[in-house]
């Protein structure tokens, strides 16, 4: 269903700027934006993905991840097409990457989704598979709806939406699960298409905005791996984030146009793992590696197994009134 959007400005010649995502597309009369799901017509942004569905699931709220929101529950979850990134190694490509003659979808309304939400029995509906902040109209107005009928909504995004987008949402969002690819601009550029400033200032605005806020970094091997890049963003989450953030360090496959790169060894993520709890993150993940230990909750004073995990499984989750249930210290998490 085509929609038209919000957060545009008028330029002369018919001219558009979007700004719903950091790009800040300059779109001329009935061309695209480089997320290929916006475009200018007669001078206005429109939406060609509005209602379209290409992903739908019930997943545990684990496969986001998110680890401290809601945990061992449902999370009814949506995707559409389209990204504003071009990642070589993303693991959704199909859609993300793909043209509308090229897709498979279904038109699935604000209100359907939400009462399909509520019949899944999940406590949340999530915004995934492919790159939110573009479905924005969508995302909006169905965010809004969930509110009003009691669940949580989640965005689990590459972290490239603007301020003025992740304002207008800020009311009706509960969750930003975000990836923070790299600590390099170059990357990002080569890599993604994309920058990394842009990620880290939404970022921050949505953890001040009051959202429970995730990370996620995906160690490419010779990539993104080196001690000294891990070390950086562990600062960076640790002083604009707060000690209590989860940190989600997740293992690489080989996907897409990385396929001739080798998945990440186990002890480059101990090694993520490590230098986060050195520099005095309390909680801190391994993703991608099942049955690790380091998928686990533990209290990060007395070190009681809180929550224990097996892939997106969920065993008893130990917190009482937000506290570990032996010595009492304080655990951030919305259960």
Request: proline share 5%.
């Amino acid at each position: 269903m085509i929609k038209e959007g919000v957060l545009f400005d008028k330029l002369a010649d018919k001219k558009v700027k979007c700004n719903v995502c950091s790009h800040r597309c300059t779109i001329a009369e009935g061309k695209l934006g480089l997320c290929r799901t916006r475009q200018n017509k007669d001078g206005k942004v429109y939406t060609l993905i509005y209602n379209t569905v290409s992903s739908e699931a019930v997943d545990p709220i684990e496969k986001k991840p998110l680890y401290h929101f809601l945990p061992g529950t449902l999370s009814y979850s949506l995707g559409s097409i389209g990204c504003n990134f071009r990642c070589q190694h993303c693991q959704n490509w199909n859609i993300s990457q793909t043209t509308f003659e090229e897709s498979h979808t279904i038109e699935i309304t604000p209100e359907t989704a939400i009462k399909r939400a509520l019949e899944s029995g999940s406590k949340s509906i999530s915004w995934t598979y492919n790159e939110p902040a573009i479905w924005h109209e969508y995302t909006y107005d169905s965010a809004v709806l969930a509110k009003r009928a009691g669940l949580k909504t989640i965005y689990v995004t590459n972290g490239y939406i603007t301020p003025e987008a992740l304002l207008r949402i800020a009311p009706y969002l509960d969750a930003f699960r975000v990836d923070i690819k790299s600590f390099s601009e170059d990357f990002y550029r080569k890599t993604c298409g994309a920058r990394l400033a842009p990620v880290l200032e939404s970022t921050k605005l949505a953890k001040e905005l009051g959202m429970h806020v995730e990370t996620v970094t995906l160690i490419i091997p010779a990539k993104s791996d080196s001690p000294e890049e891990i070390t950086q963003i562990v600062r960076w989450v640790h002083d604009n984030l707060g000690i209590d953030t989860p940190m989600h360090f997740t293992r690489f496959h080989p996907m897409y146009k990385m396929d001739d790169l080798y998945p990440t060894p186990l002890d480059t993520l101990e090694m993520a793992y490590d230098i986060a709890k050195k520099e005095g993150m309390r909680f801190v993940y391994l993703g991608n590696v099942g049955g690790h230990k380091y998928e686990n909750t533990y209290c990060p004073k007395c070190n009681t197994l809180l929550i224990d995990r097996l892939g997106f499984r969920v065993g008893a989750v130990k917190i009482k009134d937000g506290k570990c249930p032996e010595c009492g210290e304080g655990i951030a998490i919305v259960v």
